[in-house]
């Protein structure tokens, strides 16, 4: 049973343009939400993160907006550069946790096309 | 600072053969875990530490084993390749609830072809 889910495999977008990528989640222990981006033949590098006592989260070019009651996050790229296109994974953890071990989706292609 | 380090980058083993994942973190982390991602797939933990002498089961363990002597070092055992295994394994450390947030860092992967 997936607990975070990336429904969307792909998206494609302008350069200058807003990237809107989904998540959804099903745990209702969750209460960290991260954001990772992974280039081809390297490892995730960690781009923004969220608790749930938040509703948002800014850092430069990207947001990331949680909706608790819907159970679902979203992370927005403004503007958008082709140095963004990366696969995109959400993830999320339970900070009351002895491990703080992370779920993740399945992941979002991103192409930004100049 | 090198961050995580993992080797090899690349390996191909036969079926039934045995081979030690390598991954080192200078980051003074407590916290260490391993992964796989399969092709179109998120990553799925297979073990994890929250400190030397200290190791546990994640969601996919069966068919690999791990050790956690020191801080620095988490090597993750294949003792019976299959083919099921073919995978890239990631090794990423952490350091939650000391004064720094909860992200996990990640080191650049092993590609595992066993056949």
């Known amino acids: 049973d997936q607990q975070v889910k990336q429904n969307s495999p792909s998206l494609s977008v302008q350069e200058g343009r807003i990237s809107i990528l989904n998540c959804d989640y099903t745990n209702s222990m969750f209460d960290y939400f991260l954001w990772y981006k992974k280039y081809p033949a390297e490892g995730p590098t960690f781009l923004i993160s969220?608790?749930?006592?938040?509703d948002k989260n800014e850092d430069g070019r990207f947001t990331v907006f949680l909706n608790k009651s819907a159970k679902h996050l979203s992370l927005h790229i403004v503007p958008s550069q082709p140095g963004d296109s990366a696969v995109y994974f959400c993830?999320?953890?339970?900070?009351?946790?002895?491990?703080?071990?992370?779920?993740f989706g399945k992941g979002i292609t991103l192409s930004v096309r100049p | 600072n090198a961050g995580v380090t993992q080797t090899p980058k690349f390996r191909i083993l036969k079926i039934g053969q045995s081979m030690t994942l390598q991954c080192a973190q200078d980051m003074n982390h407590n916290y260490m875990y391993w992964y796989r991602q399969d092709p179109g797939m998120g990553l799925k933990l297979i073990y994890y530490s929250v400190g030397a002498g200290i190791t546990d089961k994640g969601e996919v363990p069966n068919g690999y084993n791990v050790s956690r002597s020191t801080t620095e070092d988490f090597p993750l055992r294949l003792e019976l390749a299959a083919p099921s295994q073919t995978s890239v394994y990631f090794c990423?450390?952490?350091?939650?609830?000391?004064?720094?947030?909860?992200?996990?860092?990640f080191g650049p992967g092993t590609r595992l072809t066993v056949t």
């Open positions: 993830a999320a953890s339970t900070l009351t946790g002895a491990n703080s071990k992370l779920t």
């Open positions: 990423a450390s952490s350091s939650p609830g000391q004064g720094s947030s909860y992200e996990q860092y």
């Open positions: 969220i608790s749930s006592i938040k």
